[in-house]
């Protein structure tokens, strides 16, 4: 086998890649935010949490899998609506340092209100579980929820792609990223531009949400954080003004959290934040404005 | 003249200290623990205001330096025998020195003060998100270490058996101190220098001024009163070094913002009325009595309330309770004024 070498095998690369796309998704949900509102939304994990406690509670109540799935979507964008509403929009013209510090508030509040109501131990998702078994590929057992992972992200990215590109809305959230007053000045709607990305961003997270709640099984009300601050050092890494280094430096970071998670002994994978935390100080270091876009970009805005 | 007025200027914040400490000395022991954590409080939030406050950058990674002083003040005063029982991998070297109280805390501040420095030397040529982000990478590595290596602490394990100094008076006199130099610092040229460079980078790169060399000083400076603060706290209570992380970033980031991040005084205020507030729920999860009305709220409330005044207060007034001003005496109507305003404005 190639990838003998570092005692990497298929299966743990195939985790990795799924790792890389679900934080893809998440890195394109933060990313799209961050396009038209300038806002870099700490609270995303807390969304993914409350999706993976909607299928938690579906499970536990019986729902039959669709109606679960269905549930965390319904749950996830709701709360991504309220927060846009009550959060978002009187913040709008704020520096981006007041909108960082009060999704951080969110996201402290979310985590709380899901500490009080569901406790620490959290609860498990079970009913998805059956996707953890392995499939036979060529000899090789690669677990479903990792093709899953794989095909929905780029099935997710390739939509996505396709919305920004080909129809109003994406043009107009295009133009809105590059120069929002500018883009209101020729008569975009704000609100309906910023409420589109929030709804993607959403759709976006739940997809998320199904994806590591099946990965974890326990959705504990610290579900998704750690996730998320990887990822924002990822979208931050791979560029944070354009989508597709964002994704790619998302998936970059997935990647490499699935990859050395499989192969590091278990005394030296306890350092695993570690060894990824210090590679983002190295990368920002050498290429502060992000590692896949052209050098001598426009200057950063936040 | 200006002299005079700008008295309440270290003045209120730190009477608030003293009043607050005294305080505490007139309330049961069972109470006293929430106003000595209060004062922790207050000088991790000065520690943090030193740097995000004068310079403007958002910082994530401060915490790392309490954890830091934490961890440098609590190995060095657990007695010897106690270190062979709790932590039987320790290095040599940590395993036979042995300080006290003062001289504790004198070197928690040295290795808070020394590893922000030599964090900030690469980190501070970065700005915005990716010095944000970076800084973030400093809190998680710091606390990924110091919870897992055996060998230069007690790793997941709490701290135990150090001793624990820290009553009232201590805990203020660190508060005091760190407002102190805030305060004298923030007064220098050097202070005025980074302020400048908040306002406009580029203005005052023009005028001379090294933006690079002024937010490594101020890094430097908060690194060394945070690592100041994690001395005192280690001495208040059995803590986990590697636990001061991510909650303790955002409640203290919270205090900073809730009361100000553009005055000493905002970060004071801060400090108190959320701390204040987040002990009196606290305490109130065990039923506690006000005005002869007695209240009891589930466990959680605390949290709960704190996030939401947080997110009410980000929304309705973004500067702050004190609007990041400090307190002066009003100014006499003179003609002179306008001058004076300008200059005592910056």
Redesign the interface.
Same mark, same amino acid.
């Given at each position: 086998m190639i990838l003998g070498f570092l005692n990497l095998t298929w299966p743990t690369f195939a985790n990795g890649v799924a790792l890389g796309g679900v934080y893809a998704l998440m890195a394109v949900g933060i990313g799209l935010v961050f396009g038209v509102l300038r806002l870099v939304n700490f609270a995303y994990g807390q969304l993914i949490m409350a999706g993976a406690f909607a299928l938690a509670f579906g499970s536990q109540w019986g729902f039959p899998n669709w109606a679960s799935i269905l549930f965390c979507f319904g749950v996830v964008l709701g709360l991504s609506v309220l927060m846009d509403w009550l959060v978002f929009r009187p913040l709008r013209t704020h520096s981006p340092a007041v909108m960082l510090v009060a999704t951080f508030a969110v996201a402290f509040l979310l985590q709380n209100i899901a500490l009080l109501a569901f406790g620490p131990l959290g609860k498990s998702a079970g009913s998805l579980a059956i996707l953890n078994a392995p499939w036979d590929i060529g000899g090789v057992f690669i677990k479903k929820i990792a093709v899953i992972s794989v095909a929905a992200a780029a099935g997710c990215l390739v939509i996505l792609q396709l919305l920004l590109t080909r129809t109003p809305l994406g043009l107009h959230m295009r133009a809105a990223s590059m120069d929002f007053r500018t883009a209101r000045l020729l008569g975009i709607r704000a609100n309906r531009v910023i409420s589109g990305a929030v709804i993607v961003s959403g759709l976006l997270a739940a997809v998320s949400a199904v994806m590591l709640s099946v990965q974890e099984l326990t959705v504990v009300p610290a579900f998704g954080t750690q996730d998320t601050i990887l990822v924002l050092a990822g979208v931050v890494l791979g560029g944070l003004n354009r989508p597709i280094p964002a994704t790619l430096g998302g998936f970059s970071i997935g990647f490499a959290n699935g990859i050395l998670g499989g192969v590091l002994p278990a005394n030296q994978s306890q350092y695993l934040p570690s060894f990824l935390f210090a590679a983002v100080i190295v990368v920002l270091l050498v290429r502060p404005d992000g590692l896949f876009t052209r050098a001598g970009g426009t200057a950063q805005r936040v | 003249m200006s002299a005079v007025r700008r008295i309440p200027e270290l003045l209120a914040p730190a009477l608030l200290i003293l009043g607050t400490a005294l305080l505490g000395l007139e309330v049961s022991s069972y109470l006293q623990a929430y106003f000595l954590d209060t004062l922790v409080k207050v000088a991790i939030v000065i520690a943090l205001y030193v740097f995000i406050g004068n310079s403007?950058v958002?910082s994530f990674g401060q915490i790392s330096f309490v954890a830091l002083g934490a961890w440098t003040a609590g190995v060095l005063t657990v007695p010897e025998d106690q270190k062979r029982v709790t932590m039987p991998g320790l290095a040599h070297f940590l395993l036979t020195t042995n300080v006290g109280n003062v001289a504790s805390l004198a070197l928690a501040a040295a290795v808070g003060g020394a590893f922000a420095l030599l964090v900030g030397l690469? @980190?501070m040529? *970065?700005?915005? @998100?990716?010095a944000? $982000? =970076?800084t973030? =990478?400093?809190l &998680?590595?710091t606390s990924?270490?110091l919870t897992?290596e055996q060998s230069i602490g007690p790793g997941l394990n709490a701290f135990s058996a150090v001793p624990q100094t820290t009553g009232i008076w201590q805990a203020a006199v660190g508060g005091l101190i760190c407002a102190a130099v805030a305060y004298v610092y923030q007064r220098t040229r050097f202070g005025r220098m980074l302020r400048a460079t908040r306002e406009d980078p580029a203005a005052a790169a023009a005028a001379g001024i090294s933006v690079y060399r002024q937010r490594l000083l101020a890094f430097a400076l908060s690194g060394a009163l945070a690592g100041l603060a994690g001395g005192i706290y280690v001495h208040l209570q059995p803590l986990q070094a590697g636990g001061l992380s @991510?909650d303790l970033t955002?409640i203290t *980031? =919270?205090m900073l913002?809730v009361g100000g991040s553009g005055s000493l005084l905002g970060a004071v205020v801060g400090a108190l009325v959320l701390n204040g507030l987040f002990s009196f729920l606290s305490a109130a999860t065990n039923t506690v009595d006000v005005f002869g009305w007695s209240l009891t709220v589930?466990?959680?409330?605390a &949290? /709960?309330v /704190?996030? @939401?005044l947080? =997110?009410v207060v /980000? $929304?309705l007034r973004?500067a702050g309770l004190t609007g990041g001003r400090e307190l002066s005496l009003p100014r006499r109507r003179r003609p002179v004024a306008d001058l004076e305003k300008a200059r005592a404005t910056t």
């Open positions: - | 403007g958002l690469p @980190l040529r *970065l700005s915005g @998100l990716a944000g $982000i =970076a973030f =990478a400093v &998680e590595i990924n270490v897992y @991510l955002f *980031l =919270a913002v589930p466990s959680g409330t &949290e /709960l /704190l996030g @939401l947080m =997110a /980000l $929304i973004p």
